[in-house]
């Protein structure tokens, strides 16, 4: 028989979310009046925005993340645990970067298995000394989770190593991401116990916790809460190997803000959501944003920085330390170059120790001078991948030092233990160069520390340096690393090839002090003043703009699973009462009913594109009620609307946006455009021929006033950036004739001037205006961009009186998005819906003929 949280897990991780109850005592909501705790009831904490009197006085934020800043160990005599700050996490010096009032909360994991029986008494204690929220993942969970999903899945994955057959990178196993989601649930309910949804703003960092925003969007529709993705973001052609690709886009897209250290992994984003889900970014006033479903998803880009104060902190100890002058003395007359990396297959120990072998070989003037003293700090994985790259290190290692070793001489001194900052800080002082030779790394902060440490302390007269001269470091940085873009000084390499790697360790070592000294005055520049503090005080104030308006708003959610989402839209954008409309029509006198055709009355998905004869049958209704102007607004060419309503003889139909109309059947088509002059087609074809023929899956559509080209069926990216160039291309051409040129929903258009939907519109309230039939009501529904101009002139008309100030106005778009419209309809079925509630009350024809209707115009 399965367990009951078993069979609740396999429903989270299909994405049926259940309501989280109250299971076990709730964590007191942590208030900003020092010494009063409040406790929750059920009701309260199940609702969306609490009841619970608030006496916050500023913004608090929550810090969500894999692991909590706090060391914890076991009391010497076995009874609890002691808890400590861990100086050395990024998480802790977030807050130097907040206003000084603001409230910091952490919620995370601790690093050691604490018994159910303790876990009460530690939450109460972390949360009351420490203000820190502990989330307790069961074993088996956090060993498929972190060591399951997280390093076997994503790490490798988002460092480019594809799992290409099951004994390279494993297959993809679903218990595990089921794993990941239950522990991502988990985080979430810590966050719920202590959360104030209408005050606080959450900050969640990392690619452990990348669905948890779908959780807590989907409890609080309004809440304030960004993203930071500490490790590089791949390519999309590595991104979408992935089986959960989307679920974890959707997830991240309900964050208000989404950070990453460099352009290239926000590009990378970007990118992806361009291609899974049709999004776009579009830069505004330098700020990159992603519009979905009515939100504003911002993009943050800046990498983080090393905490100033804690790096001179320890300086200040570092000149008296034994371990400095201990160095100095083991490597005197020794040109030192430093590696410090975490010991993982991407950072590319293995290719710098071979770089090291070719610099001895090809300079072999730095045989028994250069070292390269290697820190391997502790893995924090494991696999066979990394056993075998240890292996290869070591033989290299060994290989080197027997080669080119002597007596009292080891070019390579490899350090395998966990080293503390002010021992490293003692290696900085004796390192000509530090050599970081990542294939793959999120940012690295090792070079920045460096630097520091390489300054010293302002107004000391004692300097890490072995003389008290001028200030001076060198750099050899992969270009695969985060920080490589920051360091413009240094010598940038790719890694894989070791030959350049070699010479670039060689020119850091050879080149002249003046110039060492100018580039460290450079970074140093950088370094000092983009710090943690200027980082996440950026972020924050990023954060807190994009969210400003989240409480004018109105939002909802909609989707299940993954697929959920909030839409969020202007306070007067409310979907359409058929009751309110009716009751409209009813009462009025002289209507214009204004109908875009394709994703109006005919769904965009259908592959038959004819009305149907329901469709046909409500059009003619309406057409035959003598108070109506009823018109078919569309993009398609006359010939194909005509046939196809030809059945419907008083509709007036307005084709290819307007350029020709017709007000009924009897009646001859009209021209609207500026010009009859179509000279311009045998310039602007051959160029859109050119594009068509590099551009695989596009097409050109030819109308009788119009050219478009298509690309829907082209590659995203490729699509989009030849029809921007196209678009400079034809502006530039067409630039003396009477047309425009547009671009739209994959397509750019070169049609006449002076044709548009609202034009048309405006034709239409003004003709009935001057036969003494002034429309009292107006319906106007479309779903795309081109009817916006309809929407537009809605307005504009009753302000300039060709509408009466009394007219009842419906302009309605198809879908819940951002518009000039005021109402919504979901789809074309509840347009046509509405147009049978229509149907039902307009008056018969009369028995006579009589020329009515849209006709008599």
């Given at each position: 028989?399965?367990?009951?949280?078993?069979?609740?897990?396999?429903?989270?991780?299909?994405?049926?979310?259940?309501?989280?109850?109250?299971?076990?005592?709730?964590?007191?909501?942590?208030?900003?009046?020092?010494?009063?705790?409040?406790?929750?009831?059920?009701?309260?904490?199940?609702?969306?925005?609490?009841?619970?009197?608030?006496?916050?006085?500023?913004?608090?934020?929550?810090?969500?993340?894999?692991?909590?800043?706090?060391?914890?160990?076991?009391?010497?005599?076995?009874?609890?645990?002691?808890?400590?700050?861990?100086?050395?996490?990024?998480?802790?010096?977030?807050?130097?970067?907040?206003?000084?009032?603001?409230?910091?909360?952490?919620?995370?994991?601790?690093?050691?298995?604490?018994?159910?029986?303790?876990?009460?008494?530690?939450?109460?204690?972390?949360?009351?000394?420490?203000?820190?929220?502990?989330?307790?993942?069961?074993?088996?969970?956090?060993?498929?989770?972190?060591?399951?999903?997280?390093?076997?899945?994503?790490?490798?994955?988002?460092?480019?190593?594809?799992?290409?057959?099951?004994?390279?990178?494993?297959?993809?196993?679903?218990?595990?991401?089921?794993?990941?989601?239950?522990?991502?649930?988990?985080?979430?309910?810590?966050?719920?116990?202590?959360?104030?949804?209408?005050?606080?703003?959450?900050?969640?960092?990392?690619?452990?916790?990348?669905?948890?925003?779908?959780?807590?969007?989907?409890?609080?529709?309004?809440?304030?809460?960004?993203?930071?993705l500490h490790s590089p973001f791949p390519s999309?052609?590595?991104?979408?190997?992935?089986?959960?690709?989307?679920?974890?886009?959707?997830?991240?897209?309900?964050?208000?803000?989404?950070?990453?250290?460099?352009?290239?992994?926000?590009?990378?984003?970007?990118?992806?959501?361009?291609?899974?889900?049709?999004?776009?970014?579009?830069?505004?006033?330098?700020?990159?944003?992603?519009?979905?479903?009515?939100?504003?998803?911002?993009?943050?880009?800046?990498?983080?920085?090393?905490?100033?104060?804690?790096?001179?902190?320890?300086?200040?100890?570092?000149?008296?330390?034994?371990?400095?002058?201990?160095?100095?003395?083991?490597?005197?007359?020794?040109?030192?170059?430093?590696?410090?990396?975490?010991?993982?297959?991407?950072?590319?120990?293995?290719?710098?120790?071979?770089?090291?072998?070719?610099?001895?070989?090809?300079?072999?003037?730095?045989?028994?001078?250069?070292?390269?003293?290697?820190?391997?700090?502790?893995?924090?994985?494991?696999?066979?991948?990394?056993?075998?790259?240890?292996?290869?290190?070591?033989?290299?290692?060994?290989?080197?030092?027997?080669?080119?070793?002597?007596?009292?001489?080891?070019?390579?001194?490899?350090?395998?233990?966990?080293?503390?900052?002010?021992?490293?800080?003692?290696?900085?002082?004796?390192?000509?160069?530090?050599?970081?030779?990542?294939?793959?790394?999120?940012?690295?902060?090792?070079?920045?520390?460096?630097?520091?440490?390489?300054?010293?302390?302002?107004?000391?007269?004692s300097s890490l340096e072995s003389s008290g001269?001028?200030?001076?470091?060198?750099?050899?940085?992969?270009?695969?690393?985060?920080?490589?873009?920051?360091?413009?000084?240094?010598?940038?390499?790719?890694?894989?090839?070791?030959?350049?790697?070699?010479?670039?360790?060689?020119?850091?070592?050879?080149?002249?002090?003046?110039?060492?000294?100018?580039?460290?005055?450079?970074?140093?520049?950088?370094?000092?003043?983009?710090?943690?503090?200027?980082?996440?005080?950026?972020?924050?104030?990023?954060?807190?703009?994009?969210?400003?308006?989240?409480?004018?708003?109105?939002?909802?959610?909609?989707?299940?699973?993954?697929?959920?989402?909030?839409?969020?839209?202007?306070?007067?954008?409310?979907?359409?009462?058929?009751?309110?409309?009716?009751?409209?029509?009813?009462?009025?006198?002289?209507?214009?009913?204004?109908?875009?055709?394709?994703?109006?009355?005919?769904?965009?998905?259908?592959?038959?594109?004819?009305?149907?004869?329901?469709?046909?049958?409500?059009?003619?209704?309406?057409?035959?009620?003598?108070?109506?102007?009823?018109?078919?607004?569309?993009?398609?060419?006359?010939?194909?609307?005509?046939?196809?309503?030809?059945?419907?003889?008083?509709?007036?139909?307005?084709?290819?946006?307007?350029?020709?109309?017709?007000?009924?059947?009897?009646?001859?088509?009209?021209?609207?455009?500026?010009?009859?002059?179509?000279?311009?087609?045998?310039?602007?074809?051959?160029?859109?021929?050119?594009?068509?023929?590099?551009?695989?899956?596009?097409?050109?559509?030819?109308?009788?006033?119009?050219?478009?080209?298509?690309?829907?069926?082209?590659?995203?990216?490729?699509?989009?950036?030849?029809?921007?160039?196209?678009?400079?291309?034809?502006?530039?051409?067409?630039?003396?004739?009477?047309?425009?040129?547009?671009?739209?929903?994959?397509?750019?258009?070169?049609?006449?001037?002076?044709v548009s939907k609202g034009i048309v519109a405006?034709?239409?309230?003004?003709?009935?205006?001057?036969?003494?039939?002034?429309?009292?009501?107006?319906?106007?529904?479309?779903?795309?961009?081109?009817?916006?101009?309809?929407?537009?002139?809605?307005?504009?008309?009753?302000?300039?009186?060709?509408?009466?100030?009394?007219?009842?106005?419906?302009?309605?778009?198809?879908?819940?998005?951002?518009?000039?419209?005021?109402?919504?309809?979901?789809?074309?079925?509840?347009?046509?819906?509405?147009?049978?509630?229509?149907?039902?009350?307009?008056?018969?024809?009369?028995?006579?003929?009589?020329?009515?209707?849209?006709?008599?115009?």
């Open positions: 028989m399965m367990s009951r949280s078993y069979t609740n897990l396999l429903d989270l991780a299909s994405g049926n979310f259940p309501v989280m109850g109250r299971e076990k005592k709730r964590l007191p909501r942590v208030m900003t009046v020092a010494g009063v705790i409040s406790e929750l009831d059920d009701d309260q904490a199940n609702s969306v925005t609490s009841d619970v009197p608030s006496s916050v006085v500023v913004d608090r934020v929550i810090i969500v993340a894999n692991q909590l800043p706090v060391k914890a160990k076991r009391r010497p005599d076995n009874k609890g645990w002691s808890f400590s700050w861990d100086e050395d996490s990024l998480l802790l010096h977030i807050k130097d970067g907040l206003p000084d009032d603001m409230e910091v909360i952490y919620v995370g994991s601790l690093r050691v298995e604490v018994d159910s029986s303790e876990q009460d008494d530690v939450s109460q204690l972390l949360l009351e000394r420490f203000k820190c929220v502990p989330a307790f993942l069961p074993p088996d969970i956090l060993a498929r989770y972190y060591h399951g999903f997280c390093k076997q899945h994503l790490w490798p994955l988002f460092h480019y190593m594809i799992p290409y057959s099951a004994s390279h990178g494993g297959r993809f196993d679903r218990s595990l991401w089921e794993a990941y989601v239950a522990a991502n649930k988990i985080f979430s309910q810590k966050v719920i116990e202590v959360i104030n949804p209408d005050d606080d703003y959450v900050w969640i960092h990392d690619y452990h916790l990348m669905v948890l925003p779908t959780f807590l969007r989907r409890r609080f529709n309004r809440l304030r809460m960004g993203f930071f999309s052609e590595i991104y979408r190997t992935l089986p959960v690709r989307e679920e974890i886009l959707k997830a991240l897209l309900n964050s208000d803000l989404i950070g990453f250290h460099t352009f290239d992994y926000a590009r990378h984003f970007l990118s992806c959501c361009s291609r899974m889900l049709g999004l776009e970014y579009q830069s505004k006033r330098g700020y990159i944003g992603l519009e979905y479903y009515g939100r504003t998803v911002g993009i943050k880009i800046m990498p983080v920085g090393i905490h100033m104060g804690q790096i001179e902190s320890v300086l200040k100890l570092a000149d008296k330390d034994w371990r400095v002058g201990e160095l100095k003395q083991q490597f005197e007359g020794k040109t030192v170059l430093l590696g410090v990396d975490d010991m993982d297959i991407f950072k590319g120990v293995d290719l710098k120790l071979l770089a090291m072998e070719q610099m001895l070989k090809q300079h072999p003037k730095w045989q028994g001078r250069a070292v390269l003293v290697q820190i391997a700090n502790p893995a924090r994985g494991k696999g066979k991948e990394l056993e075998e790259i240890q292996a290869e290190m070591q033989a290299t290692q060994k290989r080197i030092n027997d080669t080119f070793g002597s007596p009292g001489y080891e070019p390579v001194v490899f350090i395998d233990r966990p080293v503390s900052l002010s021992e490293r800080v003692a290696y900085y002082s004796v390192a000509e160069c530090v050599v970081v030779t990542a294939v793959r790394d999120g940012m690295n902060l090792t070079p920045y520390e460096y630097i520091v440490c390489r300054q010293g302390i302002s107004g000391s007269d001269g001028p200030k001076k470091s060198m750099l050899v940085v992969s270009e695969f690393i985060g920080c490589s873009p920051s360091l413009s000084g240094a010598i940038r390499v790719n890694p894989w090839n070791v030959e350049a790697t070699a010479e670039a360790m060689n020119e850091a070592i050879s080149m002249a002090d003046a110039e060492k000294q100018l580039r460290h005055e450079k970074h140093y520049r950088y370094v000092s003043t983009h710090d943690v503090a200027y980082w996440s005080r950026s972020f924050f104030q990023d954060m807190e703009r994009t969210c400003q308006d989240h409480f004018r708003r109105r939002c909802w959610g909609i989707g299940l699973s993954f697929g959920f989402r909030v839409v969020a839209l202007d306070p007067n954008f409310r979907k359409l009462s058929i009751d309110a409309i009716v009751s409209a029509y009813s009462r009025s006198k002289s209507r214009a009913i204004l109908l875009d055709y394709d994703g109006t009355v005919m769904p965009q998905t259908s592959i038959n594109k004819k009305p149907s004869q329901e469709v046909i049958s409500l059009i003619n209704t309406l057409c035959g009620d003598v108070r109506n102007t009823v018109f078919v607004v569309s993009g398609r060419g006359r010939e194909s609307l005509g046939k196809w309503f030809s059945p419907c003889k008083k509709l007036g139909i307005a084709a290819e946006h307007g350029y020709f109309m017709r007000w009924s059947e009897d009646k001859e088509w009209e021209t609207c455009g500026q010009s009859n002059d179509f000279g311009w087609v045998q310039m602007a074809e051959p160029v859109m021929q050119l594009y068509t023929e590099a551009t695989d899956g596009s097409s050109i559509e030819k109308k009788e006033s119009a050219l478009v080209w298509h690309h829907r069926d082209a590659d995203p990216g490729f699509g989009s950036s030849q029809a921007k160039e196209m678009l400079d291309h034809l502006e530039s051409v067409l630039a003396n004739e009477p047309v425009a040129v547009k671009s739209g929903q994959f397509i750019v258009e070169v049609k006449p001037q002076g405006e034709k239409i309230f003004t003709s009935m205006a001057e036969i003494g039939k002034q429309a009292d009501f107006v319906l106007c529904i479309g779903d795309d961009r081109s009817d916006e101009d309809m929407f537009e002139i809605i307005g504009n008309a009753m302000n300039s009186g060709v509408l009466s100030a009394n007219t009842s106005l419906f302009a309605c778009t198809v879908g819940q998005k951002p518009s000039k419209a005021k109402y919504y309809l979901d789809d074309t079925t509840e347009v046509v819906i509405m147009l049978e509630a229509l149907a039902e009350v307009s008056s018969p024809p009369p028995s006579t003929e009589v020329g009515s209707g849209s006709g008599s115009l």
